[in-house]
């Protein structure tokens, strides 16, 4: 996860089932992946895993698709193929490859078929093999690569994949720092933690604009504080470049900063490291008490420097308990979007205990069987199976690790509505493995909080 280009469950699959270890299988899985021959991946992984003996096409093609195993992949293929095996000249094989792609055509696709086929039967071909070849060549009107354009996306990948080993903290914050990748926020947070990274949360004195990553520590920048403004970040920032802040009223005083900003700093616990002995509810009291509901006001009178919305705070403020651990985590997950010390599951930990769930991390010992299991949404993609039905790749996150789910079309059209926001979701589904892959078919999905499913403990 993090790393560019292959970190979508498609990608990571297919990485999972060739197991990839050269640079040249990871270029070819990257075209692989493409719609022009992801039709012919399981062929692929049956000729690359099982050393399956095979024929290619047709004679003529063995040496022009074998280190692809016998299947057109890269878009060059389109020429190659059409040059050997119709006789077809370069220009004209690049001509095809372009009115496939639809970018500049000089003819009619079917002109092109004639010339194949004519071409073909001119060389002796076999009709069949023919058929078989153009097929196969037709596949290419779906988004496809270059080689080339593969060979760079790899390179990029790999150099992805050493800072990820090597610079873990800094690559996953610079991922966070980005705005994420293929999946939520939260999904890269529990994976930083499932690395063993510590996450730590925002801080007045100690957090940048955007995540920064450490040894084995990620700081979460100000950047996920949902609400906070832009003149806040600003104020805060400017005002800390002078020296940091030691209490609410030094901070407020340097800063002047909206009291809803305020706010969100304290309910996500970036005023902790300054609050002395006030609580989080002490503070917002103090908030609450001294100044109006939104905006700094002007115009009124200081008083020893401290902010003119202060100056009407009582003699005392009331003694608040801090709020409970679980509050804690709801408030930062409620402004952040995920939680630092913890996986977003755990808020529901009570309503999980009832129930006998399969974590990710086991599915491997229950292939063949329906187990129940829960997580969070991280992905999904919307698809139509071969029937034109509309069906669903899902991964859900259920702290342990991913579960990677299909909801095939009569599972989707019944339940696939459900899948509208992160969740939690609570499902049973069979267990599946494919070429030391494991994945879930998705038998019945609910909302966690609205879960009647049995299989209580």
């Not at 003149?231 to 900063?257: K, N, W, Y």
């Not at 071969?386 to 599972?411: K, N, Q, W």
């Amino acid at each position: 996860m993090g790393v560019f280009y292959t970190e979508s469950p498609a990608s990571r699959l297919l990485c999972a089932k060739s197991r990839a270890d050269t640079f040249e299988l990871l270029v070819l899985n990257t075209s692989m992946i493409r719609p022009a021959s992801n039709q012919y991946i399981r062929l692929y992984l049956e000729r690359l895993r099982n050393h399956a003996p095979y024929e290619p096409l047709d004679p003529s093609l063995r040496d022009t698709l074998t280190d692809s195993f016998g299947i057109m992949v890269y878009q060059e293929d389109v020429v190659n193929v059409c040059t050997t095996f119709a006789g077809m000249s370069p220009a004209t094989g690049d001509g095809l490859r372009k009115a496939l792609s639809k970018k500049r055509p000089t003819k009619h696709l079917g002109a092109y078929a004639e010339e194949f086929f004519a071409g073909s039967r001119h060389l002796g071909r076999d009709p069949a093999a023919a058929q078989r070849v153009w097929e196969m060549i037709m596949s290419f009107a779906g988004y496809s690569f270059c080689k080339g354009h593969s060979c760079s996306y790899i390179q990029i990948a790999q150099h992805s994949c050493a800072l990820r080993a090597h610079f873990p903290a800094e690559f996953m914050a610079a991922v966070l720092a980005n705005g994420g990748g293929y999946y939520q926020p939260f999904a890269y947070v529990a994976e930083a933690m499932r690395m063993g990274l510590s996450v730590l949360p925002p801080d007045i004195n100690a957090s940048q604009f955007r995540c920064v990553g450490k040894g084995r520590e990620i700081r979460i920048g100000l950047q996920f504080i949902k609400g906070l403004s832009a003149d806040g970040v600003e104020r805060v920032l400017a005002a800390r470049e002078a020296r940091r802040f030691t209490s609410i009223f030094d901070l407020q005083s340097r800063t002047r900063i909206a009291p809803g900003d305020l706010r969100l700093l304290i309910k996500v616990g970036a005023l902790d490291s300054i609050a002395q002995e006030w609580t989080r509810p002490m503070m917002l009291w103090l908030v609450d008490a001294g100044g109006p509901a939104d905006g700094p006001t002007s115009g009124r009178s200081t008083h020893a420097g401290w902010p003119d919305w202060f100056d009407d705070l009582p003699p005392a403020i009331p003694v608040l308990k801090e709020y409970s651990p679980e509050r804690r985590r709801r408030e930062e997950y409620e402004t952040l979007g995920f939680i630092t010390d913890a996986h977003p599951m755990q808020l529901h930990a009570e309503q999980l205990g009832r129930y006998r769930l399969c974590p990710s991390t086991e599915l491997h010992r229950h292939v063949g069987r329906h187990v129940l299991a829960a997580g969070m949404l991280t992905a999904a993609k919307p698809v139509h199976a071969r029937s034109d039905e509309p069906m669903e790749f899902a991964t859900f996150d259920d702290g342990h690790g991913l579960i990677e789910a299909v909801l095939f079309p009569d599972v989707f059209r019944e339940r696939g509505h459900v899948l509208f926001d992160q969740g939690p979701f609570i499902f049973r589904g069979k267990v599946e493995e494919e070429f030391g892959a494991v994945t879930l078919s998705v038998t019945h999905l609910e909302r966690l909080e609205r879960a009647r499913v049995r299989s209580v403990r």
